[in-house]
Structures are given as C-alpha cells and as structure tokens.
C-alpha cells in the first residue's frame, strides 16, 4: 500500500470516529447504528466496516481515544520535573477532573462507558492497567527522591489506585457526588501521609 493511500484510510478511520463520538453524545451509545455513522459520512455502512469489523469495534476505538487523552496527560505530569508530591497531587487531581468532565458531565457518553465497564472490554482493562502504571511511575520517583517510602511498589500502586477509586471510576463519581465521604485532596492528603516516610 503506498504511502497516499495508507493517509487517506488511516483520514477516513479517524472522521468515522470522529462521527461516531459526535453521535453517541448527540442521540446516545445505544441508539447510534453504523447506518447512522455511514450517513453522517456520505458512505455506505459496508464502507465503515472496512475499517470496523462491528459496532463494538468503533465504540472500543472511540473508548481508546478518549482514555487515552487521559493517559496522555497523566504521563506527561510523570515526565515533569519538580517535587513529586505536589505533581503527585496534580495527578491524581488531573485523571479525576479529566474523567468528570469527560464521562459524567455527559449523560450520553457516561452511557456508553457504563456498558464498556460492565461488558469488562479490553480497552477499559488496558486502561486501568496504564493509570495504575503511571502511578507506580510517580511513586517510583517520590522513593528515589526521599519524599515517599514504599518497599513494595506495584503494591503501592495499587493501594493509591484504589484509595482513590471513587474519584477515579466514571461511574462512581457518579454515584458519589451526592454521598458523604472524604474531599479529593482530603483522600489525596491521606494517600500521600501513607506513602511519606515514618521517620
């Protein structure tokens, strides 16, 4: 395939997610069919399933793109230089701002995470796997610098993943906003006092 071609399929790949994110807000995850999608784009349906072989496929594509966004910033506050636990609060604070706003702020694409959540869809388990890494990554950092002390540190990792869950899942956040319990930075404050060292 020469090189044209291989830029306007990998266009052509993008627009259909581009069109398929714009629908599963407008009209929902669940009622958005590839039909719609292949209309919007001036396509026959049997032309978007050149590129996705199924409805799950594109929702699992525009899933991707959105957590990655996410992963994105979340890596690029790990790469920053300066103390690691005013960056380790940034982060914590950014993955859970970057998820309200994207998925519980919209009913339509909460919907949709909802469903990849529960169908367990490999890119939700990538996802998660990813976060937890670049945790660990911070907290790496806080060790070799003196700030944290953690012997174990994927167990770290993922004691502060799920301290912060409720911040965190899409779907908890949810849940949560009207329930009692600790502030962010109060679960922030207590995460990084069990990470801090004893003497």
Same mark, same amino acid.
Request: proline content about 4%; aromatic content about 6%; some cysteine.
């Given at each position: 395939m020469?090189?044209?071609?291989?830029?306007?399929?990998?266009?052509?790949r993008?627009?259909?997610?581009?069109?398929?994110e714009?629908?599963?807000?407008?009209?929902?995850?669940?009622?958005?069919?590839?039909?719609?999608?292949?209309?919007?784009?001036?396509?026959?349906?049997?032309?978007?399933? &050149?590129f996705? @072989?199924?409805?799950?496929? #594109? =929702?699992?594509?525009?899933?991707?793109?959105?957590? +990655?966004?996410?992963? !994105?910033?979340?890596?690029?506050?790990?790469?920053?230089?300066?103390?690691?636990k005013? &960056?380790?609060? @940034?982060?914590?604070?950014? #993955? =859970?701002?970057?998820?309200?706003?994207?998925?519980? +702020?919209?009913?339509? !694409?909460?919907?949709?995470?909802?469903?990849?959540?529960e169908?367990?869809?490999?890119?939700?388990?990538a996802?998660?796997?990813?976060?937890?890494?670049?945790?660990?990554?911070?907290?790496?950092? +806080?060790?070799?610098?003196?700030?944290?002390?953690?012997?174990?540190?994927?167990?770290?990792s993922?004691?502060?993943?799920?301290?912060?869950?409720?911040?965190?899942h899409p779907?908890?956040?949810?849940?949560c906003?009207?329930?009692?319990?600790?502030?962010?930075?109060?679960?922030?404050?207590?995460v990084?006092?069990?990470?801090?060292?004893?003497?």
């Amino acid at each position: 395939m020469t090189l044209i071609a291989e830029h306007i399929e990998g266009d052509t790949r993008d627009r259909i997610l581009e069109v398929a994110e714009r629908l599963f807000r407008q009209i929902g995850y669940q009622k958005t069919t590839v039909g719609d999608i292949a209309k919007e784009l001036r396509m026959s349906p049997a032309n978007v399933y &050149r590129f996705f @072989e199924s409805k799950k496929a #594109i =929702h699992q594509a525009v899933a991707r793109s959105l957590m +990655g966004e996410v992963e !994105l910033e979340a890596q690029r506050i790990v790469a920053r230089p300066g103390p690691v636990k005013e &960056r380790f609060r @940034e982060l914590l604070t950014t #993955i =859970h701002r970057m998820n309200t706003e994207r998925y519980v +702020g919209d009913n339509k !694409l909460h919907e949709m995470v909802a469903i990849a959540m529960e169908e367990d869809w490999d890119v939700c388990v990538a996802h998660m796997e990813c976060i937890a890494g670049v945790i660990g990554q911070m907290i790496a950092q +806080g060790v070799a610098s003196g700030e944290f002390e953690a012997p174990d540190l994927q167990l770290a990792s993922l004691c502060a993943c799920t301290a912060m869950i409720r911040f965190f899942h899409p779907q908890m956040i949810a849940q949560c906003a009207t329930k009692p319990g600790p502030t962010i930075d109060q679960m922030i404050d207590f995460v990084i006092a069990g990470l801090s060292p004893r003497h």
